[in-house]
Each structure stands twice: as C-alpha cells, then as structure tokens.
C-alpha cells in the first residue's frame, strides 16, 4: 500500500492505494506551520480512522506546491511511516516531456497530472484542475506538457472581492437559482460562480483554437472545485476528482521501479 500526497495552497489531498485501486481519500487544510511531528500524528490519526495500521505503508509519493510543507511532510513520512518518499518535481525521471520554455517551474501538480492524463486516457486533453488557482493543463497523448494557464481560482476571486469591498458581505460559494440577483448576495454569487464558468469555457475554447493538430481534446475537470462549477461548464467534458492522486500512484510505480532495476 502507498500514501500519496497532493500539497495545494489551500488544501491536501491524501490518498492510500492498494496497487491501482484507492482504498481512502481525506482533504484536509494546508498548513505551511506543521512540524514534521504534527504531520506524522495527523497521518496516523487518519489511517488510524479507516483501520488501516501504518506498517502496511510501504511507500509514499509527494506533489506539493508549497515548499515549506515539503521538507516536514517528507520527514514525517520516514519518521513516522518508515518510508522514504518520492517527491516530485521538474527533475523527475518520468515517461513525458515538458514542451515548455522552463521545465523546472512547473508545478509538481501538472507534472502528475500530466502523466496521469496520459497513461490513464491516452488522448490528447485539456485538464483543468479547480483549486486556489485554476490551471489549464495542454497534453497530448503521447504525455507531452504544452504548456497551459493559470488563472485565479473561484474563491481568490471571491474573497479579493470581499476584501476589497466593505460592504459587500461574504457569501457561501453556491450556484445562485438565477444570473438576475434580487439580493446583494445573489448578485455576488452571480457573479463570481456564473462568472468563473464562463471563464472557463472561454479559455477553453482559446486554448482549443490554438491546438498544434487537427485532434478536438478532451477536457476534463479535477480539484476540489470540480464537482461545483463542471456543471456550469459547457466545455468540460468529464470530472476525474483523483487524477492528481493517481497521477501520484503511477509516479511512485515508474520512479521506483527505476531505483530498484
């Protein structure tokens, strides 16, 4: 069984699989003021939930966008589950090519996704992974990175708003019954759900005009946002909530077998 951990800036995702199944999953917040102590408690307390006893980890793959969780969550994984984790980044050993101008940006997060879009699908696809930011990631199907964009995500979006505005009041992030609010409420959650969908669709529908071949991709939506705003969305074609954490699985299977052979 392995532990794969997706860091975002605003939460991480946790997953355990056994071979290419996953067995659990938790979202929990990220917090950059873990110590390595504090992470390997909350691990065990999860596994600990579903029954499952730390021993039986016998290895753990990491994609983090936050550096400063990083280190710790690495320690906390030889420290506490007795495995030394892979941890994923620009340098990483694995069967894709990032067609970009500085490889080494790129996020650990569009790496995994990357690979798992293209072993798991095998098309050529636009994945749009819905957290703090909103990432267009451009695949092919022969695991080729184009590139992509970046663009706020619907809740910095929502609270740059509040922020910067005193009296409109922050609001739950729901799609309203209609785009016409009544209510200053509506109005807002008019304009900052209805608001990022349409964003969606037409970024999209850019980044498919300047496609390098004839192929139509294929789009697909992850992250934590996915199940609320791919509704709305015309362009989204499928929701795949664990493609990042698979994307980690495949990960871990390719760099270890690298290691072991």
């Known amino acids: ?8 800036n605003t939460e991480t995702t946790i997953g355990l699989f056994e071979k ?17 102590d504090e992470w390997g408690l909350l ?5 600990q939930a579903v029954q499952i006893p730390p021993d039986r980890i016998a290895g753990a793959a990491i994609a983090s ?10 320690e906390a994984c030889s420290e506490w589950l007795n495995v030394a984790p892979v941890v994923i980044d620009g340098l990483s ?13 790129v996020g650990a997060d569009r790496i995994v996704n990357t690979l798992a879009a293209s072993k798991l699908y095998g098309l050529d696809m636009i994945v749009v992974d819905l957290g703090t930011a909103t990432t267009y990631d451009c695949i092919t199907a022969a ?21 910067r505005t005193s009296k409109l009041p922050a609001i739950e992030l729901v799609p309203p019954a209609r785009v016409i609010g009544k209510r200053t409420e509506e109005c807002i959650r008019a304009g900052v759900v209805f608001g990022t969908a349409e ?23 992850t992250g934590g946002l996915a199940p609320l ?5 015309d362009e989204i074609d499928s929701v795949d909530l664990h493609l990042t954490l698979q994307g980690l699985r495949l990960a871990h299977e390719i760099l270890t077998a690298q290691t072991d052979g």
Not at 26 to 32: E, F, K, N, P, V
Request: with cysteine; hydrophobic share 50%.
């Open 65 to 74: 966008v936050v550096p400063p969780v990083t280190g710790p969550l690495a």
């Open 43 to 47: 691990l065990h307390s999860l596994m």
């Open 93 to 105: 050993r694995l069967p894709i090519i990032l067609e970009v101008d500085e490889p080494l940006t």
């Open 1 to 8: 069984m392995i532990i794969a951990l997706d860091v975002g």
């Open 20 to 36: 290419a199944e996953l067995k659990s999953h938790w979202r929990i917040t990220t917090d950059s003021t873990r110590t390595p």
């Open 199 to 221: 964003s969606i669709d037409g970024l999209v529908r850019r980044i498919k005009k300047e496609w390098p071949s004839a192929a139509v991709p294929k789009v697909i939506a």
């Open 143 to 163: 695991g080729v990175f184009l590139g992509g964009v970046i663009a706020p995500g619907l809740r910095s979006l929502a609270e740059t708003l509040f922020r």
């Open 229 to 233: 705003l791919a509704p709305l969305c």
